[in-house]
């Protein structure tokens, strides 16, 4: 067909067209109106619109909008102000629209239905707009397109495992892991596998399990699972138990760790019942019905569930996919977490948090890691075979009699998980089973060696599975290798070679397959190269398509489940589960497994046993990684061992003979002073015990008794009437205490008292006086941890920083490195203290340890700073300077510096301070000790160990005397307060001490070590003699606690018990104060007691140095708070005190431990021994 002439165009530039194509014209006056246009819009813009406009664009950009600047308004200023033709004012708004649009979710992916506040048992409604997706039951879903005609002749699947993936026989043919990975970590990715991945064998396309991470193998897939495996009493669950059959198919380590996992799921709802977050809990009363006890279990259950998969999913990205990435090798302390907070802004959007999830088949596929079975596995596996099958050799077992085989053995198991048998264990009566039995299987699970990835390393007796794996993949028609590859955006593998680089296996994948393209995605993600081991990057070596999906799975997996991301808060954990799974980069850079492994197994870990830490990788290998990162001395490397029986001493008379008798009973704190007081680095084993420093509290050798005598002459022993240069008004060093603490708590309480504002006084006889006020105060926080921290600064010269609340407010940072706030210097105190004396939880133990050591190498720096160069003073002086600079007038600047002088001298006891660590460091020298070692070993360990004690005795004793059992006798204390005579002092102080004996949680700990082999009493039943320094126990579990042999009263004070050499006595004076034969009527006030019956400032040899100074300094402050008018607990604080028992009772907020109270920080979010809040109210 011709072209028509007419047609022709002639090109725009060589003809004038605007003269004839009325199109053209009429585009150029459009585009003329619009470029007038927009000049119009731009006049319209005044200059305060301009900056608006760049707010604007800056707030898009950062994702946040100050809206002090008012933007919001501004904008709408701007907009209003816009011509109704403007396009610019028309884009804006649209945009303006849209950001309003995008600053909320739509529609909302939380909700306040009760379906929706716990996991379902099935794993529906995690996504509550889509309750279905995800749920167990559903089918698999299926992600690539199958595009490539398939073979109508495929290779035998039969052949292609023993041409490709058979493992050959003996050592040679086993290939290790390259990176020294254990067979732990593989246990943990089988219960990750069956949690995600069940195959109904009924219906091949579905999945009997939830597609979310939430610990179905423990609890269940469906409803009926998960009640088999519950109590219904309390929320927990039957020891020891988990609901999976099929896991018990596999080695006896992977059911040991989901029994770990039900152990710390019944120690967190017992721990939640004792709490009770704001009554969350409330254990209805016996006579309630039977809804209210279901209810109240199934809250502690659910809630348990939340916490304990909370810690799972922590365990899976922070030790399992950090190995998975080599980052166990590195101090780094990034790890791939998909819950990152991002902030959506003009350049990123985030990932969709909370959508759900849905298992697909390729994923099913990938997860089948049968080249990573050890040769031990292998073995175990063998003789399982041949107990299901037997008079067969395992490896000729068919697919049809395995599949026979398994179905019969899962339809023969009890339907009650704690009647099934696991690893030819037996049960205890309780029902758990031996410590002993499962730490064995774990600890040689850690040290077994996994295989490695990649092709002919898949034992023989897996061949019937694999042939079951590769007939699934064909009839659920998978894509090739190569089309799954380019959809996760890989590039395909061009030949043989590239898909595997061995010459035998690429040219066995040529005869079956005949073209890359060609080969099944399974088996060729088996068979596929593997990754060489990169620091950080490639840990577990798997294939390349291997590598890169199972990250991307890992972030789709929490970042789709709602209950690890929009609802994984406190509010949903309660404040204490939230902390107590949570992860701490500082603590193995944010590892938490250690935390499940050593609160199941208490009694057979140390605190920093690298079993507990890092048992993905073999102990051999991970002492090559610490010594590399040189933190080897920081671990245990010991194997796990039964630690032991300490023995309760509870009678009065037996508890003062053993702390009499310290030739026999020795103090257990020596080790832990000798790491505090070492100010070199410290890369040797731990294992090797350090030698005991010379420090009075540290041991029972002449050179503890010198350092005895250098610390009382030095810091307590001053002779009346001894005169300082500095204070001629007070010779009395006795009289300075006292003026130090009146003059201290009347600061105190000027600077942190809180009037109540619209509040009538309670006393009705001044109830018209206008002038009266009511005021509250924390005794704890704002009181008793403070002054007595002053007064640890003032004694050893420590320096304080003024401001932040200490003495002027001036705004001043906080972690500059010399000097400390009140609250910094009690806390770094208080740490050393529980490292010393009171690091019992073996599972914060190593925590603690870490801080402990962090915080002393700072004090001790400053303090040998100081001893050398004075540094108080320049302290001082230069917030002097500061202080100047801040006014302007004379008058005004000499009295900020009279404030700045009389607050040196208040900080500084009047100078005692200096001159009592001078005396130390000339008696030191007398004794050839240079100011270093006097420092290190004399000064820090004394400080650590007088300040949060104190503090605590004192807030025990307050919390006695205003709780129901002991405010009757708040009147009288307020009289003698106010006597000011010598006898109202000594009421006062028998008044103090009987509440101490009442309500004091003072327990001492002692060493059984004869200098002489001693036959062990016939009444003491034998134990352990492994020598432990500092013994280690909790509440629950561990199935078995240690063994506690308790020995009653005797009439002979001079019988002591004699156990076996290396036992630890637990010296529990809370009962031993309670003992009726030295205390009539113990639970009663009886200001007649003998004083020397009083324990908790111990007594013989290691008895408290600081007892009268301490004495005197707590008994002058409890004065000042008893002579307050109408003292009584705030209304906060009532009801509160005994959180277990449903808040019955009023004071400090505590929970029960085995070794007496543990105290809850004013948020209910973690326990510790010391108290944290005392809040009270009085009238002026």
């Known amino acids: 067909m011709s072209a028509n002439p007419s047609s022709t165009q002639q090109p725009l530039w060589t003809s004038d067209t605007s003269k004839t194509n009325p199109t053209i014209i009429t585009d150029i006056d459009s585009a003329t109106h619009r470029i007038q246009s927009v000049f119009r819009d731009l006049k319209s813009i005044a200059p305060e619109d301009a900056n608006t406009l760049l707010k604007l664009f800056s707030s898009e950009i950062k994702g946040v909008q100050n809206d002090n600047t008012l933007l919001l308004e501004k904008t709408v200023q701007l907009l209003s102000s816009q011509p109704a033709t403007s396009g610019i004012g028309k884009?804006?708004?649209?945009?303006?629209?849209?950001?309003?649009?995008?600053?909320?979710?739509?529609?909302?992916?939380?909700?306040?239905?009760?379906?929706?506040?716990?996991?379902?048992?099935?794993?529906?409604?995690?996504?509550?707009?889509?309750?279905?997706?995800?749920?167990?039951?559903?089918?698999?879903?299926?992600?690539?397109?199958?595009e490539r005609a398939k073979k109508k002749n495929l290779p035998d699947p039969g052949e292609l495992f023993d041409g490709l993936m058979r493992r050959g026989d003996g050592e040679k043919g086993f290939k290790g892991s390259p990176t020294g990975i254990s067979s732990q970590l593989f246990y943990l990715a089988t219960i990750i596998i069956h949690d995600l991945f069940l195959t109904d064998h009924e219906d091949m396309?579905?999945?009997?399990?939830?597609?979310?991470?939430?610990?179905?193998?423990?609890?269940?897939?469906?409803?009926?699972?998960?009640?088999?495996?519950?109590?219904?009493?309390?929320?927990?669950?039957?020891?020891?138990?988990?609901?999976?059959?099929?896991?018990?198919?596999?080695?006896?380590?992977?059911?040991?760790?989901?029994?770990?996992?039900?152990?710390?799921?019944?120690?967190?709802?017992?721990?939640?019942?004792?709490?009770?977050?704001?009554?969350?809990?409330?254990?209805?009363?016996?006579?309630?019905?039977?809804?209210?006890?279901?209810?109240?279990?199934?809250?502690?259950?659910?809630?348990?569930?939340?916490?304990?998969?909370?810690?799972?999913?922590?365990?899976?990205?922070?030790?399992?996919?950090?190995?998975?990435?080599?980052?166990?090798?590195?101090?780094?302390?990034?790890?791939?977490?998909?819950?990152?907070?991002?902030?959506?802004?003009?350049?990123?959007?985030?990932?969709?948090?909370?959508?759900?999830?849905?298992?697909?088949?390729?994923?099913?596929?990938?997860?089948?890691?049968?080249?990573?079975?050890?040769?031990?596995?292998?073995?175990?596996?063998?003789?399982?075979?041949?107990?299901?099958?037997?008079?067969?050799?395992?490896?000729?077992?068919?697919?049809?009699?395995?599949?026979?085989?398994?179905?019969?053995?899962?339809?023969?198991?009890?339907?009650?998980?704690?009647?099934?048998?696991?690893?030819?264990?037996?049960?205890?009566?309780?029902?758990?089973?031996?410590?002993?039995?499962?730490?064995?299987?774990?600890?040689?699970?850690?040290?077994?060696?996994?295989?490695?990835?990649?092709?002919?390393?898949?034992?023989?007796?897996?061949?019937?599975?694999?042939?079951?794996?590769?007939?699934?993949?064909?009839?659920?028609?998978?894509?090739?290798l190569n089309e799954f590859r380019k959809f996760v955006g890989l590039t395909p593998h061009t030949s043989f070679a590239d898909i595997n680089p061995d010459p035998v296996i690429g040219k066995k994948l040529k005869e079956f397959y005949g073209s890359p393209d060609d080969v099944e995605f399974y088996p060729g993600v088996v068979v596929e190269k593997t990754k060489p081991a990169v620091v950080p990057g490639s840990g577990l070596c798997t294939g390349y398509s291997i590598s890169y999906s199972i990250l991307s799975d890992a972030v789709g997996l929490v970042r789709g489940d709602r209950f690890y991301t929009t609802d994984y808060t406190p509010e949903s954990l309660t404040n204490w589960g939230y902390n107590e799974v949570q992860f701490d980069t500082n603590i193995d850079d944010g590892a938490v497994l250690y935390k499940l492994v050593l609160r199941a197994f208490p009694n057979y870990f140390e605190g920093n046993s690298i079993y507990a830490h890092f048992p993905f990788v073999i102990p051999q290998v991970n002492l090559e990684i610490?010594?590399?990162?040189?933190?080897?001395?920081?671990?245990?490397?010991?194997?796990?061992?039964?630690?032991?029986?300490?023995?309760?001493?509870?009678?009065?008379?037996?508890?003062?003979?053993?702390?009499?008798?310290?030739?026999?009973?020795?103090?257990?704190?020596?080790?832990?002073?000798?790491?505090?007081?070492?100010h070199e680095s410290i890369t040797s084993s731990k294992t090797i015990d350090p030698p005991i420093p010379p420090f009075c509290l540290a041991g029972d050798d002449p050179i503890n008794s010198t350092s005895h005598s250098l610390v009382t002459s030095s810091f307590y022993n001053l002779p009346t009437g001894h005169a300082h240069k500095h204070d001629q008004g007070n010779p009395d060093w006795s009289t300075a205490i006292t003026q130090f603490y009146t003059d201290n708590v009347a600061d105190l309480f000027e600077k942190h008292k809180v009037v109540i504002p619209n509040f009538t006084a309670s006393n009705k006889s001044n109830e018209n006086d206008t002038n009266r006020k009511t005021y509250r105060i924390d005794?704890?926080?704002?009181?008793?941890?403070?002054?007595?921290?002053?007064?640890?600064?003032?004694?050893?010269?420590?320096?304080?920083?003024?401001?932040?609340?200490?003495?002027?407010?001036?705004?001043?940072?906080?972690?500059?490195?010399?000097?400390?706030t009140e609250e910094q210097l009690y806390l770094a105190l208080s740490i050393c203290f529980i490292f010393i004396f009171v690091n019992l939880d073996v599972t914060k133990s190593f925590a603690v340890e870490q801080e402990a050591r962090a915080v002393a190498k700072k004090l001790g720096g400053i303090l040998l700073e100081d001893s050398k160069e004075g540094i108080l003073?320049?302290?001082?002086?230069?917030?002097?300077?500061?202080?100047?600079?801040?006014?302007?007038?004379?008058?005004?600047?000499?009295?900020?510096?009279?404030?700045?002088?009389?607050?040196?001298?208040?900080?500084?006891?009047?100078?005692?301070?200096?001159?009592?660590?001078?005396?130390?460091?000339?008696?030191?020298?007398?004794?050839?000790?240079g100011t270093e070692r006097v420092v290190w070993e004399q000064i820090l360990p004394t400080s650590a160990a007088m300040t949060a004690n104190q503090s605590q005795l004192l807030s025990q004793v307050l919390d006695y005397f205003l709780s129901p059992a002991g405010n009757t006798h708040l009147p009288q204390l307020y009289t003698l307060a106010h006597e000011n005579t010598k006898e109202a002092d000594d009421l006062l102080l028998r008044y103090f001490l009987e509440a101490a004996r009442i309500h004091a949680s003072v327990i001492v700990f002692r060493l059984y070590d004869p200098p002489q082999t001693v036959t062990p009493n016939s009444t003491i039943s034998s134990g352990s003699p492994t020598h432990q320094s500092t013994p280690h126990t909790t509440s629950e579990p561990p199935s078995q606690p240690n063994t506690k042999i308790t020995i009653t009263t005797t009439t002979n004070t001079n019988t002591l018990p004699k156990p076996p050499p290396g036992t630890v006595a637990l010296l529990d004076f809370p009962l031993a104060h309670q003992d009726p034969k030295i205390f009539p009527e113990p639970e009663k006030v009886d200001l007649e007691r003998d004083l020397d019956t009083y324990l908790m400032f111990g007594w013989g040899r290691h008895a408290c140095i600081g007892r009268d100074a301490g004495l005197k300094g707590m008994v002058s402050v409890f004065r000042s708070i008893v002579g307050l008018e109408n003292l009584r607990l705030d209304k906060g604080m009532e009801g509160v005190g005994r959180m277990g028992t449903g808040g019955a009772e009023k004071g400090m907020k505590t929970v029960d431990t085995v070794l007496g109270m543990g105290y809850l920080d004013a948020e209910l979010g973690a326990v510790g021994p010391f108290p944290t809040g005392l809040r009270v109210v009085w009238d002026e």
């Open 91 to 146: 884009s804006l708004t649209a945009n303006f629209v849209n950001t309003l649009w995008n600053a909320l979710p739509h529609p909302p992916g939380r909700s306040l239905g009760e379906e929706f506040r716990y996991r379902d048992a099935d794993g529906g409604n995690n996504n509550i707009r889509m309750p279905e997706l995800g749920r167990a039951g559903t089918a698999y879903a299926k992600s690539v397109k199958a």
């Open 205 to 480: 396309t579905k999945s009997k399990t939830s597609s979310y991470l939430d610990l179905a193998p423990l609890y269940g897939c469906n409803q009926e699972e998960q009640n088999a495996v519950r109590t219904f009493e309390d929320g927990k669950l039957k020891p020891d138990c988990f609901s999976s059959k099929r896991i018990l198919g596999f080695p006896p380590g992977v059911g040991v760790f989901l029994i770990m996992f039900n152990r710390f799921h019944n120690y967190v709802v017992g721990m939640l019942a004792q709490i009770n977050d704001n009554s969350r809990f409330q254990k209805p009363k016996p006579e309630a019905e039977k809804t209210a006890f279901d209810k109240y279990d199934n809250d502690l259950f659910q809630t348990g569930r939340l916490i304990t998969c909370g810690l799972y999913v922590n365990i899976v990205l922070k030790d399992y996919v950090r190995t998975i990435l080599n980052l166990n090798r590195t101090t780094s302390k990034w790890d791939l977490d998909p819950r990152v907070e991002e902030t959506k802004n003009l350049l990123n959007n985030p990932a969709a948090e909370g959508v759900g999830n849905q298992v697909t088949a390729e994923f099913n596929l990938i997860y089948r890691w049968h080249s990573a079975i050890s040769p031990r596995d292998e073995k175990w596996t063998n003789k399982e075979y041949a107990k299901i099958i037997p008079n067969k050799n395992p490896a000729d077992v068919t697919l049809p009699e395995l599949l026979r085989a398994l179905h019969k053995m899962e339809a023969e198991l009890p339907s009650d998980p704690s009647q099934r048998s696991f690893a030819d264990l037996s049960r205890l009566s309780d029902g758990s089973y031996d410590d002993e039995s499962l730490v064995s299987i774990f600890q040689s699970s850690v040290e077994d060696l996994s295989g490695a990835f990649g092709a002919t390393n898949v034992p023989p007796i897996m061949r019937s599975i694999e042939i079951l794996s590769i007939l699934q993949s064909r009839s659920w028609n998978m894509c090739t």
């Open 626 to 678: 610490q010594k590399s990162l040189g933190r080897e001395g920081l671990y245990s490397w010991e194997v796990p061992k039964k630690k032991a029986d300490f023995l309760t001493v509870n009678s009065w008379e037996e508890c003062r003979g053993i702390l009499d008798n310290s030739i026999d009973w020795k103090v257990t704190v020596g080790p832990e002073i000798a790491i505090l007081t070492s």
């Open 779 to 820: 005794l704890v926080s704002d009181v008793a941890n403070r002054i007595f921290t002053r007064f640890a600064a003032g004694i050893f010269d420590i320096p304080l920083k003024l401001g932040m609340g200490n003495t002027v407010d001036v705004n001043l940072k906080t972690d500059t490195e010399d000097g400390y």
């Open 873 to 929: 003073g320049e302290v001082v002086e230069g917030f002097k300077e500061k202080l100047h600079s801040l006014v302007n007038d004379g008058k005004t600047e000499r009295t900020v510096e009279k404030g700045v002088e009389k607050e040196k001298e208040r900080l500084s006891l009047k100078g005692y301070g200096k001159e009592m660590v001078n005396r130390c460091l000339e008696g030191g020298k007398k004794i050839g000790w």
